[in-house]
């Protein structure tokens, strides 16, 4: 009896063991299993999460909703090195970060700009692809036209309209070994650069959805055809904006020194009013004809921005940022007007910063209206004038951004 009640109670013990040992490994299992889910999930988001930054820097131009879209044509390396003479020296009119720009003549006779994007890298390849997709997809008649490209081997070609007076920077700072004649540029003539120049950063920001921001909006990316006129150029660095109203959208920080939005050299926030920043940098080397940034000149004026924004509201000194070459040929209601505009352009708070159409509608006066007769004089007749103001630049808040005041 005994030997039949301790068999028995072993069997207990066994199958208690039995059922312990299983709920351990089924409990292990489910851990393990619990943790392959997890870190899977974790593995995927992270995967997405780089994948949407990725797609993020590269703009995802495809989704771009614009008027018209046109077709570009595809060149062979044959066609493109029979347009330049065999890429040669003497046909060169321009060297990017990423290649030589060369004078060609395409076979239907039409002059051409041919970039050669020659080892142009992983930065190189993603610029090319940024300019055919974006360039593709906008129409624009301050906007430089692409009209082809060519992708033989490593090597990369993008094919322009041809400006036969080449960049804005090529005349407002002459430099010797330049291939294009520079020309000294009248009051009249860099006020129509201006209004050009705006209504192709209006363009990007207002028609087309998303807004397309610049992000490298300089001098020498405004070119210039033979009667003068100007073009917004160098999409390679573009990235579409955020669609909401006061949104922003984070990324790398790119662009050139003294041109960039201070709140996006600091937080890589980039929104339409970095654009405006840059436009205003632009708009004070047409006023001053300085470089943006320039150490060599006396401590407090290397930069240019720095060294302007006081005067521009001192009414004492403000008549000094001025191009001793323009001396005599603006009236001082058009010299206090833009002066007003490049102020409000290059404010270190990107909402108090104008919209594009208010700088355009602001502009285009100017232009339009015959030159007054009354000219800068001397310092004591500028004192009887009012200090810039947004009503003295006819700009008028059209943004939907809370603070803004115009």
Partial sequence: METEVEYRRKERTALVAIVVLASVAVASLLVAFSYYCYIRNKVSKRHKNHKKVNDDDKGGFAHLQVAADKGLQVFTFKQLHSATGGFSKSNVVGQGGFGLVYRGVLSDGRKAAIKFMDQAGKQGEEEFRVEVELLSRLRSPYLLALLG?????????????????????EHL???????????????????????????????????????????????????????????????????????????HVSTRVLGTQGYVAPEYALTGHLT???????????????????????MKRPPGEGVLVSWALPLLTDREKVVEIMDPALEGQYSMKEFIQVAAIAAMCVQPEADYRPLMADVVQSLVPLVKTRRSTSKVGSCSSFHANKLPTAQDSGLVNHSSEPGTLF
């Fill in 173 to 247: 700072y002459p430099v010797s070994n330049s291939n294009v004649f520079s020309m000294k540029l009248d009051w009249e003539t860099r006020l129509r650069i201006a209004l050009e120049a705006a209504k192709g950063l209006e363009y990007l920001h207002e028609h087309v959805s998303p807004p397309v921001i610049h992000r490298d909006f300089k001098s020498s990316n405004i070119l210039l055809d033979k009667n003068l006129h100007a073009k917004v150029s160098d999409f390679g660095l573009a990235k579409l904006g955020s669609d909401r109203a006061g949104g």
């Fill in 149 to 169: 490209y060519c992708s033989h081997n490593n090597h990369k070609l993008l094919v322009y309209e041809f400006m036969a007076n080449g960049g804005l920077q």
């Fill in 272 to 294: 339409t009013k970095s654009d405006v920043y840059s436009y205003g940098v632009v708009l004070l080397e047409l006023l001053t004809g300085r470089v943006p940034v320039d």
